[in-house]
């Protein structure tokens, strides 16, 4: 069975512009969620999907938003960039909204510059 | 608000020095407490999952273990490639099952 696979796996972007980052869930999963790691912090939740509706939402602005497509792969977009938005995005993927655990891709680094 | 607290920040050991890692936690109704190991610039690696006080899981030389407060992960006779950053999370009860995270123990096993 196949992992959860990110795109792409590094990012260069400048204040201001407009990023979308991809995410295929694992084989079976249908509830895909992203988190924002800062250097030396731990992972923190965006927001989760499940069956293509949001399910669940973190501290962060609008500015970030998602997708989930019928196959269950997503996409996060992040508006307007700051610099505070450099940072490691890792995607995970679930069965039925964390059942059983959660399986971590290998993120996408951001930079903002 | 569910908060994880884990300690020590970092932990160098030397080759077959056991040691543990500790997680405290607080949640309004657990569904789970996670551990994950985490290397440098990838995603966390699914370790052990915990659901209930007093339960235990093991796996090669990691040992999991769970209160209603706190969890420890125990490292028996570690080796250099035990080093990484091992992070705790709890996943709350309810439909929005976010995953909490702690923010570490970056653990380096030296020769």
């Known amino acids: 069975e196949t992992g959860v696979t990110q795109s792409p796996t590094h990012l260069i972007k400048t204040r201001g512009q407009q990023v979308t980052l991809r995410c295929s869930s694992q084989?079976?999963?249908?509830?895909v969620s992203w988190y924002q790691q800062a250097l030396g912090q731990g992972p923190q939740f965006i927001f989760q999907y499940y069956r293509e509706e949001e399910n669940g939402r973190g501290n962060f602005p609008p500015r970030f938003s998602g997708l989930q497509f019928p196959n269950y792969s997503s996409e996060l977009n992040v508006n307007a960039l700051e610099l505070d938005d450099s940072a490691l995005y890792l995607c995970?993927?679930?069965?039925?909204?964390?059942?059983?655990?959660?399986?971590f891709g290998s993120g996408t680094r951001l930079t903002v510059v | 608000e569910d908060q994880v607290t884990q300690s020590p920040e970092a932990l160098r050991l030397q080759e077959g020095e056991s040691s543990s890692l500790n997680c405290s936690y607080t949640v309004s109704g657990l569904r789970g407490l996670f551990w994950y190991r985490q290397d440098p610039g990838k995603g966390p690696e699914f370790l052990f999952t915990?659901?209930?006080a007093g339960e235990e899981k093991e796996k090669e030389r990691l040992k999991a273990t769970l209160t209603k407060k706190e969890s420890f992960l125990h490292i028996t006779a570690p080796k250099p490639e035990d080093s990484a950053t091992y992070l705790c999370a709890v996943q709350p009860t309810g439909t929005a099952s976010k995953l909490t995270f702690g923010t570490g123990t970056r653990l380096q096993v030296t020769l």
């Open positions: 915990l659901y209930s």
């Open positions: 995970a993927s679930s069965w039925d909204r964390g059942e059983r655990g959660y399986t």
């Open positions: 084989s079976g999963h249908n509830t």
